[in-house]
């Protein structure tokens, strides 16, 4: 009945009308001889299918050539600086090997991880760090890292050092040496190797052995006893690591003066394996290591940011004290920002300026600035203490540190090794040869 009522409503004649408006429209043919007075429309509404006038066409070729001529000249700045930035790192590179003091050179960068914290629970970036000897410290004795005396407080004499007790690696640092039974062991030693010295670590009082977060047994082992057998560790000694270069200064055994070899490794109770030109790999002891002398020492380190913030704390803090005799105040730069942890870090380090990057390039150029100013490493007590025998950081992951530092100093060796053997026909052929001699007929 609804479909009736609705087919006898659009047949009606009252509705005839509106059937006609829901008819579809008819599209006009085109044909060749009318005009499309739609299509102009629509043409004068989109300016794109209108051509352009001459004023436009100009104005926009001189759009494009100003673009390309910027463009153009934003590429030859960044030429410039480019070359600028190589020559500028030639010339620094230059004026530190031509120095006679000690040159310090950050090799590269290492990201190690603590799996048992995030990311964000600490400093994570270490800087692989090479230094060198100057000239007038080219060849020293390699001294032995630890070494013992014996006090006797027995007459109530005081020990006669100031101590800091670090706990985090389990020793006590001497900050100085007064008045005392440590002054007066000193004065009856005639080898400087033995005598108690500012920045000397104490690793041992008596049977009590220092542990990270146990270094107060330590202090109250020297306060309970009366005789104390002390092992302190020499801070500032250079002992054998790998990558030195080492020289026989008194022979022994069946190595003579005058023999040299590479350090390849050492174990935990201090004894190196040297790699000897005409002898081949052969282990030293710890004890036969001052039989030794260093030639143009290169040590390795890794450094993270916090150690070298410490190390500039320090050192300003004898500038502005006037205890530094090489160092003046405003002679040192500053440090560059701390690192901040988040999405901007991440962005940084995608884009080409990076964020590590530029702080690397801070810190080389805060170390070239100090060594520029040192005659030697010794010369500075801050100085000689950043770069002292410890090679790492004494954090958790140290042997682990110590394994990637031994890899990279493996592989800096490696190439130094292809490199000379690239190196070795080249200089052959350079080198005269002798005449050989005619042979002449025998004669009857």
Same mark, same amino acid.
């Given at each position: ?357 530029? @702080?690397?390039?801070?810190? !080389?150029?805060? /170390?070239?600035?100090?060594?520029? %100013?040192? =005659?030697?490493?010794? #010369?500075? $007590? +801050? ?35 292809? @490199?000379?053997?690239?190196? !070795?026909?080249? /200089?052959?052929?350079?080198?005269? %040869?002798? =005449?050989?001699?005619? #042979?002449? $007929? +025998?004669?009857?």
């Amino acid at each position: 009945r609804a479909m009736a009522g609705q087919a006898f409503m659009w047949s009606s004649p009252s509705n005839e009308g509106r059937r006609k408006s829901w008819e579809p429209p008819t599209v006009p043919s085109a044909s060749p001889g009318k005009r499309d007075i739609g299509a102009e429309k629509v043409a004068e509404r989109d300016p794109a299918r209108t051509p352009a006038s001459p004023g436009e066409v100009s104005r926009a070729k001189q759009v494009v050539k100003l673009a390309a001529e910027e463009a153009a000249e934003q590429a030859r700045r960044r030429r410039e600086q480019t070359e600028h930035a190589h020559q500028d790192d030639s010339k620094r590179l230059s004026e530190r090997k031509s120095r006679s003091g000690p040159r310090a050179e950050i090799i590269d960068t290492l990201e190690e991880h603590n799996k048992s914290c995030s990311v964000a629970c600490g400093e994570h970036t270490f800087y692989f760090v090479r230094v060198l000897k100057g000239k007038t410290e080219s060849r020293t004795q390699v001294l032995n890292a630890e070494y013992t005396i014996t006090l006797d407080k027995t007459n109530g004499k005081r020990l006669g050092l100031k101590i800091e007790i670090r706990e985090n690696v389990g020793v006590l640092y001497i900050t100085e040496v007064i008045s005392g039974l440590a002054q007066e062991w000193n004065s009856v030693q005639p080898d400087q190797s033995c005598k108690v010295k500012a920045g000397d670590l104490i690793v041992a009082v008596n049977d009590v052995r220092g542990r990270p977060n146990f270094a107060h047994l330590l202090n109250e082992e020297s306060k309970k006893r009366s005789v104390l057998t002390i092992t302190l560790r020499r801070s500032l000694a250079r002992a054998a690591t790998p990558g030195r270069r080492l020289i026989v200064t008194k022979a022994f055994g069946q190595l003579s003066e005058g023999m040299w070899g590479e350090v390849i490794r050492v174990d935990d109770d201090g004894d190196a394996l040297l790699k000897f030109v005409s002898w081949g790999t052969q282990w030293v002891a710890k004890e036969k290591l001052g039989c030794f002398a260093m030639e143009d020492g290169e040590m390795f380190y890794l450094k993270r940011f916090q150690d070298f913030k410490d190390f500039y704390v320090k050192l300003r803090q004898r500038v502005e004290a006037g205890q530094s005799s090489h160092l003046r105040p405003g002679s040192l730069p500053e440090l560059p920002k701390e690192e901040r942890m988040g999405f901007r870090r991440m962005m940084s380090n995608l884009t080409s300026g990076s964020f590590l990057t530029k @702080r690397k390039e801070a810190l !080389q150029g805060y /170390l070239d600035r100090v060594m520029s %100013q040192v =005659p030697s490493l010794s #010369a500075e $007590p +801050a100085v000689a203490e950043f770069f002292g025998a410890n090679q790492v950081p004494q954090i958790d992951m140290q042997e682990i540190l110590q394994q990637r530092l031994d890899a990279m100093i493996d592989e800096v060796l490696l190439q130094r090794r292809r @490199r000379a053997a690239q190196a !070795q026909p080249a /200089l052959q052929a350079l080198q005269p %040869q002798a =005449p050989q001699a005619r #042979a002449h $007929p +025998a004669h009857a």
